[in-house]
């Protein structure tokens, strides 16, 4: 069985034209062509799509999410991980809703607005079980009281450092500059101070294992594309792998 580039557009609530242009990149092919010239999809491709339309989610661009398919061809490993990670979503945009509306309810109707409530669903907590399982329930502990003993500017400017050290490192990346480059070590050097700034890992305890934590998580920005996508993709994380490796051979 399969389905024509028009069914599909409109099933996936797509272009034609974005069909074809994915044919063009090399991206998602049909599975025939018709004699008329027209496109067709199977199952098969229709499983390809969904995984490029998932990764778009993520905001990774097209030469990154053919790099990601090529190197992850297990369709239902690669699903299952994507699974995962919306069934988490799906949790932590529950728990927005919820916040949001009984927010909502409270302005229309005059009534008092549950500070402690109000911001549920919106932190870093959807992380728990991440943390707890690969670094330990006293990991995620610190982590979380440090976080919270912080004022909101304190948490804002965090946030902000952390989001121009991801935007230096994508431009480096782009840049074309080696891992091994004196601009690309800098940049691990600051990757690595800011990870020892956070209570409760391994890089900020004395006799911790700071170099097998540095390079562990490099090799999870490599293979978790939620992660992968604060550096511009699988092309971008790998760089960032490769620059922490090198610094963390000369310096940890």
């Known amino acids: 069985m399969d389905w024509s580039i028009q069914e599909i557009a409109k099933i996936t609530g797509t272009t034609s034209r974005t069909l074809r242009h994915y044919d063009d990149v090399g991206l998602l092919k049909p599975s025939r062509v018709g004699y008329n010239g027209y496109r067709y999809y199977n199952q098969?491709?229709?499983v390809q799509l969904q995984r490029i339309l998932l990764l778009r989610g993520l905001g990774?661009?097209?030469p990154v999410i053919a790099e990601v398919l090529r190197n992850e061809q297990d369709a239902a490993k690669?699903?299952?991980?994507?699974l995962d990670w919306l069934r988490r979503e799906q949790v932590r945009l529950g728990v927005q809703i919820a916040s949001v509306q009984q927010t909502l309810k409270a302005v229309k109707e005059g009534g008092n607005i549950m500070a402690e409530n109000m911001f549920n669903g919106f932190d870093h907590t959807q992380y728990k079980d991440e943390v707890e399982e690969r670094w330990g329930k006293d990991a995620y502990a610190s982590g979380d009281k440090w976080w919270r003993s912080m004022t909101a500017a304190e948490q804002a400017e965090w946030k902000a450092r952390v989001g121009q050290l991801n935007s230096d490192w994508i431009a480096a990346a782009e840049s074309g500059v080696a891992p091994d480059s004196d601009a690309a070590q800098a940049l691990a050097k600051r990757h690595v101070e800011w990870l020892t700034g956070v209570p409760g890992t391994p890089a900020s305890q004395n006799g911790g294992d700071v170099k097998g934590y540095v390079t562990?998580?490099?090799e999870m920005y490599v293979a978790?594309?939620?992660f992968g996508a604060n550096y511009g993709g699988q092309q971008g994380a790998e760089f960032v792998r490769d620059a922490l490796h090198i610094y963390a051979d000369a310096n940890l």
């Open 60 to 62: 990774l661009g097209l």
């Open 216 to 218: 562990g998580l490099g």
């Open 44 to 46: 098969d491709a229709l």
């Open 78 to 82: 690669a699903l299952t991980g994507h």
């Open 224 to 226: 978790d594309p939620r």
